[in-house]
């Protein structure tokens, strides 16, 4: 079985797998129970001076029968006193000295630092997660997400923990911000060892159009919340992969977040440049368990593409990442259906016709291109015509001059393996960038008529 | 043993049977997999005999982890791949799934499970139980069924030199040759206890207990001894005529049908007597053959029989005739002593009405209304008690029975349930065994 452990710069987790600073971690008695399950680690809910929550403080954006696709909270950091929390950190070191306690971290002013990180290492924390991210309430109060859109003063908040801190210091990134890289930059340059990312998505979930107010409902009120969950795991897996390839925020390891739900996901993280993946709406949909087949799904990947740790998985996809300009224009994929898997309900047809390039026809006459067509003459069905097992005559055909290999089609497509993009040998590699310097094509940016 | 798939003629009438619930696609078994809510303290693990955890291997389908799904359902159950296909989910684990309180279809748990194990027993796939270490410890089934299976099986990955007495050539049990092939061939129960075989379980086919060898012997040699001699011969009716061409035991039936009989063989009118789902099987076995004509007889009401009322409504609409209140009294011959027909009465609470007889005209009549108990087993073990059905007296948590050494399980405790009970019953019993101190 393939190892699994990390060493996320110094800090030693049996797994990568961690909790992410929110509910799941927040308590002694949650955490001890996570890793019972088996999670490597967790950041615990962010401490600052108590806060007060409001009531209600979720909502969710369900997709057909999938609830909590997305997830959205107006909730503030830990509501529980400084000292029962330390206490409770103390007592999880002690009795699980192998799994990895991260204390996050929310507060003002420079001592107001200083004396809470010594009281998190005191209490046995490993390390140090700088919560610059939370996108409501605190921001208000010109912490949390006010310091992560702010690069200056993330630099300085940085760098005075790092004056003070005896262990790793993380610094956990907003993504509400025009630059990432930018963010990453300015972390690296106070001296993080470290960066979390992503922390919720400033977002407005949906309106209840009956009362007027946008949920989650407070009242006759509600505000702005974070947003997170398997919606937002493209943004998040953008984002981390703009830090692990920049040179300068890429030098500290990443700790990836937003939308982990399994293993498939983590390693996604992992495969982009994340050392270590945290997990919050999953765990608060389907509770600790999740963790087991994360562990059991990641070691038999690792087994069967014959990789021995995990660290052999980390950053893999990084390089293969590029610059649009650097993409090879030459390279051409057509779809092909497959007749017998077809079912014939013809959504293909249409999202070629009316979202894409207007190459699937069906019926046994060949067919006039639309005036935009790239090729002259008609589109040329197929003889004969084929007969679907399931969907008889009707099975569409593709005009594979016409097709542009866009993938709309498949993405349409709901019989898996019915639509496959097949790549048209003997194009001649070439770029956009290629162009360019030839003079071949011109610079973006403007009109260029003639 | 390997390559039992090769004792099987090639040319069986059981595989012109279609299956009925063909293997999921990739696409369609995560599309199945995605619907489970994923239950905490699911209903769905409670109703399984074997408690696999199916809210866990249904969720490490839908994230691709499907030999982790299959490690989790063999871990509590060894023969997964066949009770993915032969247990009547309707009535277990599928039957109390949260769907149906809610009016919507339940999770499709069975084909799943066969999606899942399927994958696992491929050729060339790395063994999911690499076998630990030889224990020095040695343990002996009677019978190569499916409870003897999980015993051995478990057992041998643990470390135990674990061997099965079998009558017969071919392993399985019931399993092998009495199962709908619409549901499960006889060749997809080989492929599975072959795989269970490469945990290193033995095999002595063609050795009778109680005939070629003695119990004693079993004791002498083994620290322990499992009991899965499953049920006996078909029962009788004990009515003239019976005996001859063209009367016989359901269960044998199905065995030439599934082992024996060429896939050429024709059927003609066919009666099958009894209202169990042994009678229900091979009515929709003749009637998906082809059989000209197929009645079940049965001498009470649709209402009083024991088979699962979906069963019976599938075998209607594949052409099964129900003949209901029809005492069966005599099998009428011409005079060359060929069956002509079945001579019923009239049904009053399952007894013959005087008067009442007439012939159900037929050319095979297949008996289904029990069978019998193999009590003779056992003597061959002191201590060991029948109770006054004829079963095996065994702890039905532990499988222990009055003899210390001997574990029991499987049909021959229950009186005939489903493979999965087996499977519980041995798999129970080798954790007792294993909690003892070797
Ligand atoms: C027609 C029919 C259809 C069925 N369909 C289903 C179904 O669809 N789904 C389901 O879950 N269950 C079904 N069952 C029930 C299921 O097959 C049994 O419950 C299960 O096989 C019992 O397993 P077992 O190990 O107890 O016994 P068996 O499967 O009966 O195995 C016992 C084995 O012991 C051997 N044996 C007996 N005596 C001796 C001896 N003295 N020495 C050596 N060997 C001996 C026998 O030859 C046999 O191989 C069906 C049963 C029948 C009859
Ligand atoms: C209810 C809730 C409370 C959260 N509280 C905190 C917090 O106190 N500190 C913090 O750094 N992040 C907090 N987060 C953000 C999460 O740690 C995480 O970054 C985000 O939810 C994305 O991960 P996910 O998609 O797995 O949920 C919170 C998220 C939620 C949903
Ligand atoms: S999940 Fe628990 S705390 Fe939240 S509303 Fe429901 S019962 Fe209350
Ligand atoms: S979308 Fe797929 S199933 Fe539907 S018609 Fe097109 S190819 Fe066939
Ligand atoms: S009861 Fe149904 S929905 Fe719930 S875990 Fe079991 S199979 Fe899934």
């Not at chain 1, 293993?263 to 993946?277: M, P, Y």
């Not at chain 2, 003897?148 to 399993?175: D, I, K, Q, W």
């Not at chain 2, 948590?397 to 049909?411: H, I, L, M």
Request: proline content about 6%; glycine content about 12%.
């Amino acid at each position: 079985m393939a190892d699994l452990s990390i060493d996320f710069c110094g800090i030693k987790s049996p797994n990568p797998f961690w909790l992410a600073s929110a509910p799941p971690a927040n308590s002694g008695e949650q955490v001890m129970r996570a890793f019972d399950a088996g999670w490597g680690g967790a950041v615990w809910k962010t401490l600052g001076d108590p806060i007060m929550n409001v009531s209600s403080r979720f909502a969710a954006v369900d997709l057909g029968t999938y609830k909590m696709m997305g997830l959205n909270n107006i909730e503030l950091i830990t509501d529980r006193p400084l000292s029962v929390n330390l206490k409770e950190i103390y007592e999880v070191k002690k009795r699980y000295p192998k799994n990895v306690v991260i204390a996050s971290l929310m507060t003002e002013t420079r001592d107001d630092w200083r004396v809470l990180i010594k009281k998190c290492e005191d209490a046995g924390a490993d390390g140090l997660e700088l919560n610059f991210g939370c996108p409501h309430g605190m921001c208000e109060r010109g912490m949390g997400s006010s310091v992560g859109q702010e690069p200056k003063l993330l630099t300085e908040i940085t760098s005075w923990t790092k004056e003070f801190a005896k262990t790793p210091v993380l610094v956990k990134l907003t993504p509400n911000t025009g630059d990432i890289v930018e963010a990453g930059q300015a972390a690296v340059a106070g001296g993080c060892d470290g960066i979390s990312l992503i922390n919720t998505i400033k977002s407005i979930i949906g309106i209840d159009l009956d009362a007027m107010v946008p949920y989650p409902k407070v009242g006759k009120q509600s505000t702005n919340g974070g947003y997170c969950g398997p919606a937002v795991k493209p943004i998040a897996l953008h984002m981390v992969a703009a830090l692990a390839r920049d040179a300068q925020a890429g030098k500290v390891p990443i700790s990836g977040i937003g939308g982990v739900s399994n293993w498939r996901d983590a390693a996604e993280f992992i495969a982009l440049g994340s050392t270590s993946v945290q997990v919050c709406t999953a765990v608060m949909h389907y509770g600790y368990r999740i963790v087991e087949d994360m562990i059991d799904g990641l070691s038999e990947f690792l087994d069967a593409k014959g990789m021995k740790s995990v660290s052999e998985l980390r950053g893999k996809a990084v390089g293969a990442y590029e610059e649009w300009g650097d993409l090879d224009l030459g390279h051409k994929i057509v779809a092909k259906i497959d007749k017998d898997k077809c079912i014939g309900c013809q959504l293909c047809v249409t999202a070629c016709h009316d979202g894409a390039h207007q190459c699937i026809f069906t019926g046994a006459e060949d067919r006039d291109r639309p005036p935009q067509a790239h090729h002259p003459g008609k589109a040329k069905a197929p003889t004969p015509l084929p007969l679907g097992k399931h969907a008889g005559d009707r099975v569409p055909w593709v005009d594979e001059p016409e097709c542009v290999g866009c993938n709309l089609c498949q993405l349409v497509c709901p019989v898996s393996g019915c639509i496959s993009m097949e790549e048209v040998p003997g194009g001649k590699r070439e770029t956009w960038n290629d162009r360019v310097r030839e003079g071949r094509d011109k610079l973006p940016g403007g009109i260029h008529e003639g | 043993m390997n390559d039992l798939v090769s004792l099987l003629k090639k040319d069986r009438l059981e595989t012109q049977l279609p299956d009925k619930k063909p293997l999921y696609g990739e696409g369609e078994a995560k599309a199945e997999a995605e619907r489970c809510l994923y239950c905490v303290d699911a209903p769905c693990v409670k109703a399984c005999p074997t408690e696999i955890d199916i809210p866990t291997f249904i969720k490490k389908i839908a994230s691709g982890n499907v030999r982790g799904a299959a490690r989790t359902i063999f871990e509590q159950n060894l023969l997964g791949y066949s009770c993915a296909r032969v247990c009547p989910v309707e009535v277990l684990c599928a039957g109390d799934c949260v769907y149906n309180a809610w009016g919507r279809e339940p999770i499709q748990i069975g084909r799943l499970q066969r999606f899942a194990t399927e994958a696992a027993l491929q050729p060339g796939q790395k063994m999911l139980f690499p076998p630990k270490p030889k224990n020095g410890r040695k343990v002996a089934a009677v019978g190569a069924g499916p409870a003897s299976l999980a015993f051995c099986g478990h057992l041998a990955a643990e470390g135990f030199a674990a061997t099965m007495y079998e009558r017969y050539a071919v392993p399985g049990g019931l399993n092998t040759w009495g199962i709908a092939p619409y549901k499960l061939l006889a060749s997809d129960s080989l492929a599975e206890i072959e795989w269970v075989g490469k945990m290193g379980v033995d095999y002595r086919m063609g050795v009778e207990i109680g005939k070629d060898v003695t119990g004693q012997k079993l004791l002498d040699e083994y620290e322990a001894v499992f009991i899965g001699v499953g049920l006996g011969e078909d029962s009788k009716l004990g009515v003239p005529g019976e005996d001859g061409p063209g009367v016989v035991g359901a269960v044998e039936w199905i065995r030439q049908m599934k082992l024996e009989k060429p896939a050429s063989e024709k059927l003609g009118r066919v009666i099958v007597v009894g209202g169990g789902n042994t009678a229900i099987d091979v009515a929709r076995e003749c009637a998906l053959l082809g059989a000209e004509d197929v009645a079940m007889v049965y001498r009470r009401s649709k209402a009083d029989m024991s088979g699962y009322a979906h069963e019976l409504e599938a075998g209607r609409k594949e052409g099964v005739r129900l003949v209901e209140n029809a005492v069966p009294v005599a099998v009428v011959r011409d005079a060359a002593g060929k069956i002509t027909a079945l001579r019923v009465a009239k049904g009053a609470s399952g007894k013959a009405v005087p008067g009442t007889e007439h012939d159900l005209p037929c050319d095979l009549v297949a008996l289904a209304i029990g069978q019998s108990k193999l009590c003779e087993i056992a003597k061959q073990f002191p201590g060991v008690e029948l109770d006054d059905k004829g079963r095996i007296v065994a702890d039905p948590k532990t499988g222990q029975t009055g003899n210390p050494k001997v574990y029991a399980g499987g049909d021959c405790i229950n009186g005939g349930k489903e493979v999965v009970n087996a499977v519980a019953d041995g798999r129970n019993a080798a954790r007792h065994l294993l909690a003892k101190k070797g």
